[in-house]
């Protein structure tokens, strides 16, 4: 297997993108990627995106983003796996590259979700979870999250201000983030005030909807070191996993099993522990998701997500910063594109980017990106060279 | 020089509160209350209707106006809650108020600017002299399906408006108008009600019409806010004028007078209108106000108006706005509401 570099980010500010249509998103977030790499062209491409199709009545992304990209005829293939779509597309392409199959090869991700009103975006998301035995009796992703809160709650005696203060540090963080789309800092008092959604899940506890694209240029080491100067970003570890689809098939619904597995799979083949990460971007769709999923890579023990974020050890300044960018809660969640977008958070803190929100000599960092209500996990570990 | 020289606006007593709607429906007043600033709407009875509005307010008008109805040469009804789908309201109003038979008759529709389409016709045909008066009318019985967002503002009232040469109480000093094709609101033949496009109706819809057309008319006349006694614009919610205004540049107090929305509803096509008359009830001579309205699918109509020495003989002579929003309230619960508003529907 050839080691695989990542020489070039792209984002673009991420909203509610009303004169933008999908392929004018994802083409400017793909631009910015290729000039941050430096590169004069791709030679294979692979898209995550969740619902195209459901949001905007397109499929085919593979031709079209390629064409609008100008980059016919090289291959290219659009990649699903519900709100883990941009990290599958991601670990795809570094296969591609290790594998010795393609050289430079572009991994997005992206979703126009506006386009539809809110519960047409609402029943495309739904289609994540179980059909035949979880939506047909009327059950949200709100409504999944807010049972996993509620147990773990009664499991860990995790409290409501503990979800707040998710919601809390993530809009802090990403008052730091030019690209985010919800930059406003928020109060535990305001998040627990605001309308309630799914108890305990209150508005404020949810990601919002999204337009945006995210964009990464992978290549091979040796080659990495001929094309650019900037930092090498080395991707060290890359797990994938997957659990039951529907939530109540899970012997325990306060643990991510998917997200546990792909985390160890990427630390084996990095060769670290999770003491050894230096920073997090995870799957923040709720304010509990992030607290199980830090739990479940083992960033903090199991059942002491709420009080870690409570204690500040996820701050910006803390022991194990989680989501530096603003997390899906302030950044947006166009969802196939927040797996890669997390991505770009990661290479630019490593290489010392990140402005405000810049996590001195971070070394390490770690990407999670999970589908449904953790049916899927995408795990990848960077490491600056 | 071309204005208004009688108007009029007339809204029906019923009320229903915002927390009474959340009730029903399940959800939190409070984030209607203090997110959307709405307490409680104007609905009609189950004999009013678009036409009878406009009858009551052009009365009024009238009394106002002091001409002859015989003059009037010109009737137009901007409503998106016409009773007839083919049969215009404009000839029950030119019958009732004696205008008939020598008149030319149309009714408007432009979602909620309807009203100031019909002012900003009536305008320019007096202003072209082909005849002496005209009569603009923007009134609804605005609808709201059951359940939705709307449901907490669409209320009906109605705004009447007499143009006319001489004897102008308030000069329209400049009209401008700003539109694009943008289908942010609509409601298709043989639905009850109308749909929206949720967020989408604000920024790109609501905020941009607003404000091109307000910074429009404000370069064509060279002024700015600080110029202007009132503002008014459409009035979809007590929150989009107040922000709408704020970005423009005016300040609270300038807004506040035309401002009726939270104690009335959103009552479509009267809406900006209605807020022009309760200013004109409170303006003084030399007053600068400048009105917006804004219209679904999409478009704004914006006017400057120069209030008159006249406006104080006027004033008195018929009801005003705010006095018939505030007296006489006759506060339902949704069970009447909804019979009143023919939202239970009986097997034939």
Known sequence: ?385 | MVGIIGYGAYIPRNRIKVEEIAKVWGTDANSYRKGLFVEEKSVPSPDQDTITMSVEATHYALKRSGIDPQKIGAVYVGSESHPYAVKPSGTVLAEAIGATPEIHCADYEFACKAGSEAMFVCLELVRSGSMEYALAVGADTSQGAPGDALEYTAAAGAASFIMGKDNLLAEAVETYSFMTDTPDFWRREYQYYPRHASRFTGEPAYFKHIIGAAKGILKKVKLEPKDFKYAVFHQPNGKFPLKVGKLLGFKREQLDTGLLCPWMGNTYSGSSPMGLTAILDEAKPDDLILMVSYGSGAGSDAFVWKVTSRITEVQDKAPKTKEILNNNKNYIEYGTYAKYRGKIRKAE
């Open chain 1, 1 to 385: 297997m050839r080691e695989v570099a990542i020489i070039g980010v792209g984002m673009n500010k991420w909203g509610e993108l009303w004169n933008k249509s999908l392929r004018d998103v994802f083409t400017e977030a793909a631009l910015l990627a290729i000039d941050d790499a430096g590169v004069d062209h791709i030679d294979s491409m692979y898209v995550g995106c969740m619902s195209s199709g459901l949001f905007v009545g397109q499929e085919h992304l593979s031709s079209l983003l390629a064409d609008y990209l100008g980059t016919n005829p090289i291959p290219a293939a659009r990649i699903e796996s519900a709100c883990a779509s941009g990290g599958l597309a991601l670990r795809l392409g570094f296969i591609e590259v290790a594998s010795g199959t393609s050289d430079i090869v572009l991994a997005g991700g992206v979703e126009k979700m506006t386009d539809v009103a809110v519960d047409g975006a609402t029943f495309a998301l739904s289609t994540a979870a179980d059909q035949e035995y979880e939506v047909y009796h009327g059950i949200t992703f709100p409504g999944l999250y807010a049972m996993m809160a509620r147990a773990h709650m009664h499991k860990y005696g995790t409290t409501r201000e503990q979800l707040a203060q998710v919601a809390v540090k993530n809009h802090h963080n990403g008052s730091m983030n030019p690209l985010a789309q919800f930059p406003q800092k928020v109060t535990v008092e305001n998040v627990m005030k605001s309308v309630m959604i799914a108890d305990p899940l209150r508005i404020l506890d949810c990601s919002p909807i999204t337009d945006g694209a995210a964009a990464a240029i992978l290549c091979p080491m040796d080659l990495a070191k001929k094309i650019t100067k900037k930092p090498l970003v080395k991707i060290i570890g890359s797990g994938n996993a997957t659990d039951t689809i529907a939530l109540h098939s899970r012997d325990d619904i306060t643990e991510i099993g998917s997200t546990k597995v792909a985390g160890e799979k990427a630390f084996k083949m990095a060769g670290k522990k999770p003491e050894n990460i230096d920073l997090a971007e995870v799957h923040d769709c709720f304010t509990i998701a992030e607290i199980c999923v830090i739990e479940a890579l083992g960033l903090v023990d199991k059942g002491k997500g709420g009080k870690a974020t409570e204690d500040g050890l996820t701050a910006l300044d803390g022991k194990i910063p989680i989501n530096t960018s603003g997390g899906l809660k302030s950044k947006g969640h166009p969802v196939g594109a927040t797996g890669v977008a997390q991505v770009c958070e990661v290479v630019k803190q490593l290489r010392g980017e990140a402005g405000d929100r810049q996590i001195k000599g971070a070394k390490v960092g770690l990407t999670q990106n999970m589908g449904g209500s953790g049916g899927s996990s995408v795990v990848h570990i960077m490491e600056v060279v």
